[in-house]
């Protein structure tokens, strides 16, 4: 064999090896974009859709009850910010020794808390009484609560008050103040008033009292009028 024709030979087979390792870096290289679509996916990955939990009949958005159960409670003589105060009742006569509510101590949210726990029995005594429990994550309690100032105000002869019945107190204070309303209201951080008045896990309710104190109905739910108000409160005047 000589010297040329080996030397023709390995430079030849050179050649094809160059040639094939040039064919598949190419085709190596012109693959990474359709291997990057595959691997992308070509969309975004879906959201979580919003949930609800019924409390009372209605639903509420599922984080806020969520938040509610967790936070911690407010303690015994908390104070609250708020803008406008509105003083609780205080009231005028001696209640019943049969009143549903004596020994309810609760704080007045409406004034901030200012003045301590006041016995509720006394607080609402001598007057016909509407006691209506809400709380800041209600959806329903936010119409209601306009509907109920204006019963108020428009009967002051009777006691309407509401009572915030959920731990975290400055959340109903703000909400009040959000929506504008004046409702006189205690704060129950603990259930204390659903415990002595055997109250069902409902949330809008309310509960009817003669002047005495003692009681004359339940409505669960929320009242949506004055007029539905004024005839709830016909059999304790």
């Not at 030979?9 to 050649?15: C, V, W």
């Not at 992308?40 to 509610?68: E, F, Q």
């Not at 951080?189 to 509960?207: H, K, M, Q, R």
């Amino acid at each position: 064999m000589s010297v040329g024709g080996a030397g023709g030979g390995m430079s030849d087979r050179l050649r094809i090896i160059v040639l094939v390792v040039a064919v598949v870096v190419g085709l190596g290289v012109a693959a990474i974009p359709l291997v990057a679509s595959l691997n992308g996916g070509g969309g975004t990955a879906p959201t979580a859709s919003t949930t609800s939990a019924a409390v009372g009949g209605d639903t509420t958005d599922a984080a806020d009850t969520d938040d509610a159960a967790s936070d911690p409670v407010d303690p015994v003589g908390t104070r609250y910010s708020v803008a406008d105060p509105v003083a609780c009742p205080t009231g005028t006569t001696t209640p019943s020794q049969d009143a549903e509510l004596s020994g309810v101590t609760l704080p007045c949210l409406t004034d901030g808390g200012s003045v301590g726990e006041t016995d509720l029995a006394g607080a609402l005594a001598g007057k016909p009484t509407l006691v209506n429990v809400w709380a800041w994550w209600c959806q329903p309690c936010r119409a209601e609560l306009s509907v109920l100032q204006e019963a108020a105000e428009k009967h002051p002869e009777w006691n309407i008050v509401g009572v915030h019945a959920d731990g975290q107190g400055q959340a109903g204070a703000d909400l009040l103040q959000d929506l504008d309303v004046r409702l006189a209201s205690f704060q129950d951080s603990d259930g204390a008033l659903a415990a002595a008045a055997e109250l069902p896990s409902v949330i809008p309710l309310s509960v009817i009292y003669r002047a005495d104190g003692t009681r004359v109905a339940l409505h669960p739910g929320e009242i949506t009028s004055v007029a539905e108000l004024e005839e709830i409160m016909s059999d304790a005047v």
